[in-house]
Every structure is written in structure tokens, then in C-alpha cells.
């Protein structure tokens, strides 16, 4: 059974890098043909995908966000990070990791969610 924890702080100051990790348990995120996403849903919204890694370390974004994304990995800790730079009140919103097997569908994984409010 693959899970995933998503960690990092729960409140961001506006113009500040959003960082949030998540740890994956049961399973390897470089075992071949799976994407782990980062996935957010603001207050009253639905849900955007923000952008994945690939099982090789090969990235996809959002093009709406690309320029303020980053999604990294740690394969000795198997968990990856998503970085949000210049956030401000619109970042708000429960921020999710899944697995799949596209890079923006097809999730079999999620983590619970984590809230991240951006607020001076």
C-alpha cells in the first residue's frame, strides 16, 4: 500500500517561497512509469494541477504556473518537494500530492492534503 504525507509550514507570508514535501511509503518514486504530482485546491475552487516528476527526475508544470514552480526530489529520503515563489493570498488553498500514471491524471495515490494560507 503506497502513501504519501504532504509536511511544510502552514502559513506563508505574501512574496515568500511556499516549500512543501512529501513523503511517499510503500513504494519507490523512481520505479518506472509512475508521475507524483502536486495538485492544490483554493477555498471555493476546484482542483489545479500544479505540476509532476517524473519516476526518471524529467519534470511537467502547469504553464499558468510554470515560471513560479519547482518541483524537486530527494531519491534517498523518496520524497519530493514543490517550491512556490512569490506567493500571495490567491496561493492559498489545501495543497495534495498524488501519484499516477500521467502526468496530470490518472491518480491510484493521494495524500491527505495539507492547508496553506498566505497571509501577512
Known amino acids: 500500500q503506497v502513501q504519501l504525507q504532504e509536511s511544510g509550514p502552514g502559513l506563508v507570508k505574501p512574496s515568500q517561497t511556499l516549500s512543501l514535501t512529501c513523503t511517499v511509503s510503500?513504494?519507490?518514486?523512481?520505479?518506472?512509469?509512475y508521475y507524483w504530482s502536486w495538485k492544490r485546491q483554493p477555498p471555493g475552487k476546484g482542483l489545479e494541477w500544479m505540476?509532476?516528476?517524473?519516476?526518471?527526475?524529467?519534470?511537467n508544470y502547469n504553464p499558468s504556473l510554470k515560471s513560479r514552480t519547482s518541483i524537486s526530489r530527494d531519491t534517498s529520503k523518496n520524497q519530493f518537494t514543490l517550491q512556490l515563489s512569490s506567493v500571495t493570498p490567491e496561493d492559498t488553498a489545501v495543497y495534495y500530492c498524488?501519484?499516477?500514471?500521467?502526468?496530470?491524471?490518472?491518480?491510484?495515490?493521494w495524500g491527505q492534503g495539507t492547508q496553506v494560507t498566505v497571509s501577512s
Open positions: 510503500g513504494g519507490s518514486i523512481t520505479t518506472k512509469s
Open positions: 505540476g509532476a516528476i517524473r519516476y526518471d527526475g524529467s519534470t
Open positions: 498524488a501519484r499516477g500514471t500521467k502526468a496530470n491524471s490518472d491518480y491510484d495515490y
